[in-house]
């Protein structure tokens, strides 16, 4: 493989003071953040990727990126969160057990406690992704986390809902990876394995029904994630660069965190992986069980060419409206999909607009969610 953009680089924001953070859960796994920082800190921002990917996704140098446009935009104090899902990390290399009510529990917490010792009371708003904002929304509405001044939310949250295919995808992978084919997880640059490898394989077999393009990574992606072809974006909303090095951007996850989907697609909304697991008592069996308690306002994004979480934000949208009416906001973004909102070429004129339009109208909540907290 030949690298265009190094791995793991920081390149993409090359004018802020960068400092990492290291800690620990209560759960004892090591995660860390990093601190993205331009003269006098003011409200900070905490940014949340989704499973299989990291940090590196709101860093891209190939394009405007979101820390560089928040840190242009007035938000001096971005922090980017690699919890236990992301590929900077080796937990998704395991056959482990970790559901989202962990990441709720204890990921989230301890990355708040962490800001909190650095910046004091001032304002955490938080922008999160996929299943990031999935899990972010179960610890924010389970009460594990509090204080924070508003959230924004893309692609899913509290009711995830996929497409018929990734339904039965749903309902086969776990067992079919784990047991039939005996691997330990999904990668999407199996297709770069030197020599030969049952990986290998079944990325050559991926690749034989995919032709949308002539990236085998792109093809794995669609697989692990919705349906379509490809499913994750859209080709033409990405530089050509991004969609080639896809396999370092996605990293390869393990699939037990397929089961906590499946079980809340089956529900039609966020629930309890292992209900009466004394370890998950202080969370709510049900997520929505405590909404109408929640005060801070969450602004629910999604593409209107989502072929991953269709319209599962709509539909949480609307739930939450019913119990808290005009409290939250929902933005569709027309023409995009799961990914691209963030990894597009033209986001920063298209989709990061309204994410600065939704933390600026909340930039005075402070008061009342710092006493709260």
Known sequence: MSREIPLYTLAGVPDATVTPYYFNTEDKLGLSMFRFNRGTAGEAVLIIHGLTTSTDMFIMPEHRNLVTYLLDNGFSDVWCLDYRMSN?????????????????????????????????????????????????????????????????????????????????????????????????????????????????????????????????????????????????????????????RGGDLYGATSVHYYRHVRKMVKAGRAVKMERGNPTYDRLPDDYF???????TPVMFVTGDQNRVFTDSNIVCHRELEKIVPGRHELQILPGYGHQDPFMGATVAQDVFPHFLRFLEKHRSRQAQVTAAG
């Open 88 to 244: 900077r990390h080796s937990y998704n290399l395991f056959k482990t057990r970790y559901n989202m009510d962990d990441i709720a529990l204890f990921d989230y917490p301890a990355a708040i406690d962490v800001m909190r010792q650095q910046i004091g009371d001032k304002p955490i708003h938080v922008i999160s992704h996929c299943l990031g904002a999935v899990s972010f929304t179960m610890s924010l509405f389970g009460k594990a986390v509090t204080g924070i001044s508003s959230v924004i939310a893309n692609s899913a949250a509290l009711t995830p809902r996929v497409p018929g295919w990734s339904k039965v995808k749903l309902q086969l992978a776990p067992f079919s990876v784990e047991t039939v084919l005996g691997l330990t997880y999904l990668n999407p640059l199996w297709s770069e394995d030197p020599g030969l490898s049952r990986g290998k394989l079944f990325a050559k077999m991926v690749s034989a029904f995919h032709r949308e393009c002539d990236v085998p990574a792109c093809h794995m992606l669609s697989l692990m994630w919705g349906t379509g072809w490809p499913a994750l974006y859209s080709h033409d909303k990405l530089a050509e660069i991004t969609h080639r």
């Open 289 to 295: 069980q405590y909404a109408a308690d929640i005060d």
